[in-house]
T-cell receptor
Framework: TQLLEQSPQFLSIQEGENLTVYCNSSSVFSSLQWYRQEPGEGPVLLVTVVTGGEVKKLKRLTFQFGDARKDSSLHITAAQPGDTGLYLCAGENTGNQFYFGTGTSLTVIP | GAVVSQHPSWVICKSGTSVKIECRSLDFQATTMFWYRQFPKQSLMLMATSNEGSKATYEQGVEKDKFLINHASLTLSTLTVTSAHPEDSSFYIC??????????FGNGTRLTVT
């Protein structure tokens, strides 16, 4: 088992605020994914990052993969109530196994 | 896009009975499927990696005799929770790997053991 720590674990912010979620590990991953999960449903893929230092933008979401491919961050600009959910990072090892981070529960208050 | 179907969505069973959960890849062949377990307000914990035609690889701490995994075809993997107990109540989610693409997830199965 390869541990990915996410911080913060819980986050409650007002609509329009910015936030950053961190995903850290001591392991190196061949790729890293970010997912969002609604209660009672499976995770939905947001992005995959593969190259160290890579930055990807998806509308108001910006994802960054650390240079050493051990950590990642997710930044949301001008959060909206529709962004509420559980955000999960997942690292892929060389054996194509995916290990999930500890999760960040985000609540955006209108 | 690739679709993974999980069945059933909800199941309630009595303590001591066994429950089978199915995971199907609907429009692609998946040589590798994964089974995860998720407790309320927690992340997904990888239980085992299921490979078509071979034995599953279980993560440390997961009892292989209690959580039986069968991957008999390229589109179907099953997880059987044997002699279920209330502490086995959880949300079980499968996922499938399509080539080098990221994981495609089923919608999960909520298991409640009474």
């Amino acid at each position: 088992t390869q541990l990915l720590e996410q911080s913060p674990q819980f986050l409650s912010i007002q609509e329009g605020e910015n936030l950053t979620v961190y995903c850290n590990s001591s392991s190196v991953f061949s790729s890293l994914q970010w997912y969002r999960q609604e209660p009672g449903e499976g995770p939905v893929l947001l992005v995959t990052v593969v190259t160290g230092g890579e930055v990807k933008k998806l509308k108001r979401l910006t994802f960054q993969f650390g240079d050493a491919r051990k950590d990642s961050s997710l930044h949301i600009t001008a959060a909206q109530p529709g962004d509420t959910g559980l955000y999960l990072c997942a690292g892929e090892n060389t054996g194509n196994q995916f290990y999930f981070g500890t999760g960040t529960s985000l609540t955006v208050i209108p | 896009g690739a679709v993974v179907s999980q069945h059933p969505s909800w199941v309630i069973c009595k303590s001591g009975t066994s429950v089978k959960i199915e995971c199907r890849s609907l429009d692609f062949q998946a040589t590798t499927m994964f089974w995860y377990r998720q407790f309320p307000k927690q992340s997904l914990m990888l239980m085992a990696t299921s490979n078509e035609g071979s034995k599953a690889t279980y993560e440390q701490g997961v009892e292989k005799d209690k959580f039986l995994i069968n991957h008999a075809s390229l589109t179907l993997s099953t997880l059987t929770v044997t002699s279920a107990h209330p502490e086995d109540s959880s949300f079980y989610i499968c996922s499938a790997l399509l080539g080098n693409s990221p994981l495609h997830f089923g919608n999960g199965t909520r298991l409640t053991v009474t």
